[in-house]
């Protein structure tokens, strides 16, 4: 019960200083403007993930290098976030308020996404898999 209530302290402070995890600054992550121009191609994808102590629904996402893509999270439980540090994403959700983010998959590869909210026991544990083709 004791480490519930810290959770939820964590989760009230991230919340008052704003709910989203700052992203590291990536040379992977796109600009502005990729954005931009992928947005006008018309390469979006979108997916509804989510998060439950302790994993994700779905687990593995694929996408082409180049797509727009938009990541709507959800959470069945606590607040949770899925944090990409390698391309600068970072959606949070908290119970009954679902995050998003859109950005660019302009790297080839397997980037692998973790939950930055501390959620419980299995929290190290929750990771997903963004793999860009």
Same mark, same amino acid.
Request: glycine share 12%.
């Given at each position: 019960?004791?480490?519930? $209530?810290?959770?939820?302290?964590?989760?009230?402070?991230?919340?008052?200083?704003?709910?989203?995890?700052?992203?590291?600054?990536?040379? $992977? &992550?796109?600009?502005?403007? @990729?954005?931009?121009? &992928?947005?006008? #191609?018309?390469?979006? =994808?979108?997916?509804?993930?989510?998060?439950?102590?302790? *994993?994700?629904? /779905?687990?593995?996402?694929?996408?082409?290098?180049? @797509?727009?893509?938009?990541?709507?999270?959800?959470?069945?439980?606590?607040?949770?976030?899925?944090?990409?540090?390698?391309?600068?994403?970072?959606?949070?959700?908290? /119970?009954?308020?679902? *995050? #998003?983010?859109?950005?660019?998959?302009?790297?080839?590869?397997?980037?692998?996404? =973790?939950?930055?909210?501390?959620? *419980?026991?299995?929290?190290?544990?929750? #990771?997903?898999?963004?793999?860009?083709?």
């Amino acid at each position: 019960m004791e480490k519930r $209530l810290v959770c939820v302290f964590l989760l009230f402070v991230l919340v008052a200083c704003g709910s989203k995890v700052p992203a590291r600054a990536s040379p $992977l &992550a796109p600009s502005v403007a @990729d954005v931009a121009r &992928a947005q006008a #191609s018309g390469t979006g =994808r979108e997916f509804s993930v989510e998060a439950f102590q302790f *994993g994700f629904e /779905p687990a593995e996402i694929h996408v082409k290098q180049g @797509d727009t893509v938009t990541i709507h999270l959800s959470t069945r439980d606590v607040g949770h976030s899925l944090t990409i540090e390698e391309l600068g994403v970072s959606v949070p959700a908290l /119970p009954g308020k679902a *995050g #998003s983010q859109t950005f660019v998959a302009g790297q080839k590869g397997s980037f692998t996404w =973790r939950c930055r909210i501390p959620c *419980g026991s299995g929290h190290k544990g929750m #990771s997903g898999t963004l793999v860009v083709e």
